[in-house]
């Protein structure tokens, strides 16, 4: 063979050889630029703040207790409509839901459903005669637990706003007496036997400003079985004189928490109803104004996190007056 002929030989594999590789690496591309069309868009997570002022609705409806009760309540929601993470909330004491909504309509807005029922010792039930304290107990207890159960009335009330419940993802939250009532929801045991006890039907809690150990009611055992993640809000002024006069008893469930999921937000100066911004309401103060909204952010990054919300909003770094802790781990 010539070595002419052997030089076209070769340049002409050398020509398919290129063209293979050209034709492969066109391919790949190809499949790369299709893999990227075909993906969904990522959706970027927002600052918890923000979150805070979307919009939110508010309804109402009433559901029957035992022996024919009626439990008036109060349902927050995102505008839009869409299938969302529940969350029931308990007043503080003589308290009732639409005092709150400084704190209930932005975490609905975050894009959680509310169940807030009005319970026996608000005083807008304006008793001739209160109720006893066994009486409050015991109805609180069965007040949330009917928040728990898939009512018909409640998912038909939302059904209409194009709403509805994910009941596999569920948190507790309450104020002070309705703070201890949501504790036990998330496995916390009292001493009196209560219609939640050993339910533990939640992921999480958010206690703003828990009573600490209570003859009677509940001990520092308590909270040993309380295993879920937990978030407990409370300030350096959070005291009731005669009942608590030392902020830091209301931190007594996070000391007695099993460690590991456990979440502490401290506000400096702040009191039992931030000031008036809910619970008491009356004009707050900028700086109870302020800590207000980062406590606010926690309770909504605390949620999309234990609630497995993705992607979870993003908490911004602490201001001046407040301190975060997460088991050990303080953010000032």
């Given at each position: ?138 109805s609180r207890g069965e007040d949330m637990a009917l928040m728990l159960a898939q009512n018909a009335a409640i ?14 993802h569920i948190a507790a939250m309450g104020h002070s007496y309705g703070a201890l009532i949501a504790q036990i929801?998330?496995g916390a045991r009292p001493l009196t036997p209560s219609a939640l006890s050993g339910q533990q039907s939640v ?130």
């Amino acid at each position: 063979m010539s070595q002419q002929r052997k030089t076209c030989q070769l340049s002409h594999i050398a020509m398919i050889v290129v063209k293979t590789i050209t034709d492969l690496i066109r391919r790949a591309a190809m499949v790369s630029i299709l893999a990227v069309i075909a993906a969904p868009a990522a959706i970027a997570a927002v600052p918890c703040e923000h979150d805070a002022i979307a919009d939110a609705r508010v309804d109402t409806v009433t559901v029957q207790a035992a022996e024919g009760r009626t439990v008036p309540l109060e349902i927050l929601h995102p505008a839009a409509q869409g299938k969302y993470p529940l969350v029931v909330f308990s007043h503080g004491a003589f308290a009732s839901p639409d005092r709150y909504h400084a704190l209930l309509k932005p975490v609905a807005a975050a894009g959680y459903i509310i169940l807030a029922p009005r319970h026996l010792d608000s005083e807008d039930w304006e008793w001739t005669e209160k109720p006893s304290q066994a009486a409050v107990w015991a109805s609180r207890g069965e007040d949330m637990a009917l928040m728990l159960a898939q009512n018909a009335a409640i998912i038909s009330k939302l059904a209409e706003a194009g709403i509805e419940i994910d009941y596999d993802h569920i948190a507790a939250m309450g104020h002070s007496y309705g703070a201890l009532i949501a504790q036990i929801i998330g496995g916390a045991r009292p001493l009196t036997p209560s219609a939640l006890s050993g339910q533990q039907s939640v992921q999480a809690v958010v206690a703003f400003s828990p009573p600490g150990i209570t003859p009677g009611l509940i001990d520092e055992k308590g909270w040993s079985e309380m295993t879920v993640p937990n978030l407990t809000i409370t300030g350096t002024a959070d005291i009731l004189p005669g009942f608590i006069n030392d902020w830091k008893i209301h931190k007594h469930s996070f000391d007695h928490a099993p460690a590991g999921k456990r979440w502490l937000w401290v506000g400096d100066g702040i009191d039992h109803y931030f000031g008036g911004m809910f619970g008491r309401e009356k004009p707050a103060s900028e700086d109870s104004r302020t800590l207000f909204g980062r406590a606010l952010a926690t309770t909504i990054a605390f949620l999309d996190q234990a609630l497995g919300k993705t992607p979870p909003c993003l908490l911004k770094p602490p201001v001046p007056g407040e301190l975060l802790t997460r088991d050990g781990t303080a953010h000032e």
